[in-house]
T-cell receptor, first 111, second 115 residues
Framework: QKEVEQNSGPLSVPEGAIASLNCTYS??????FFWYRQYSGKSPELIMS????GDKEDGRFTAQLNKASQYVSLLIRDSQPSDSATYLC???????????FGKGTRLHILP | EAGVVQSPRYKIIEKKQPVAFWCNPI?????LYWYLQNLGQGPELLIR????????DSQLPKDRFSAERLKGVDSTLKIQPAELGDSAVYLC?????????????FGPGTRLTVL
């Protein structure tokens, strides 16, 4: 199993709907999880971080973490065309503090 | 506050030529990272510095890649000689380097094309 796995997409979601992005990981000891947004030709930009089981909300974004099942997800409510981007899941490995990225999920919001 | 600065933004070279990338991190950030990102992939760590010390260079191809971070601020990543497969975006990131909530901030990247 790869350390961080994401569906590469593209995931197409109608404008105004909820976009759900998922990520699974293999390192049970990881404590820190991140979601980055990357527009085409741009660098990754942090949008959410989460460290404890449960939900964390920030505006239209909600990150969900389930350490027992080893998955982290990102929900985007009221999706906007400007949300169209690649979303990268990342975590900090417990054994060496290295940050590992998934391949990213391409999200396309349909106007 | 100024973000992470990288230069050049774009570089086109012929194979076997040398190339160097420069990064200036956010002021006060002790940790500096160099990543490589291929199209359709996530960033992959090449090297991580804590101040002047390279604490993780396990993924750096040392036969052709080298890096330095003099005085614990700016950093340079060099490739000599470049190969066709080195074409990618090279990202620099920096962070304060403290605690599990330590957040990385990325620079704009250098897009390298090797012909």
């Amino acid at each position: 199993q790869k350390e961080v796995e994401q569906n590469s997409g593209p995931l197409s979601v109608p404008e105004g709907a909820i976009a759900s992005l998922n990520c699974t990981y293999s390192d049970r000891g990881s404590q820190s999880f991140f979601w980055y947004r990357q527009y085409s030709g741009k660098s990754p930009e942090l949008i959410m971080s989460i460290y404890s089981n449960g939900d964390k909300e920030d505006g239209r974004f909600t990150a969900q973490l389930n350490k027992a099942s080893q998955y982290v997800s990102l929900l985007i409510r009221d999706s906007q065309p400007s949300d169209s981007a690649t979303y990268l899941c990342a975590l900090r490995m417990n054994r060496d503090d290295k940050i590992i990225f998934g391949k990213g999920t391409r999200l396309h919001i349909l106007p | 506050e100024a973000g992470v600065v990288q230069s050049p933004r774009y570089k086109i070279i012929e194979k076997k030529q040398p190339v160097a990338f420069w990064c200036n991190p956010i002021s006060g950030h002790n940790t500096l990272y160099w990543y490589l990102q291929n199209l359709g992939q996530g960033p992959e760590l090449l090297i991580r510095y804590e101040n002047e010390e390279a604490v993780d260079d396990s993924q750096l191809p040392k036969d052709r890649f080298s890096a330095e971070r003099l005085k614990g601020v700016d950093s340079t990543l060099k490739i000599q000689p470049a190969e066709l497969g080195d074409s990618a975006v090279y990202l620099c990131a920096s962070s304060l380097g403290v605690g599990r909530s330590d957040t990385q901030y990325f620079g704009p990247g250098t897009r390298l094309t090797v012909l």
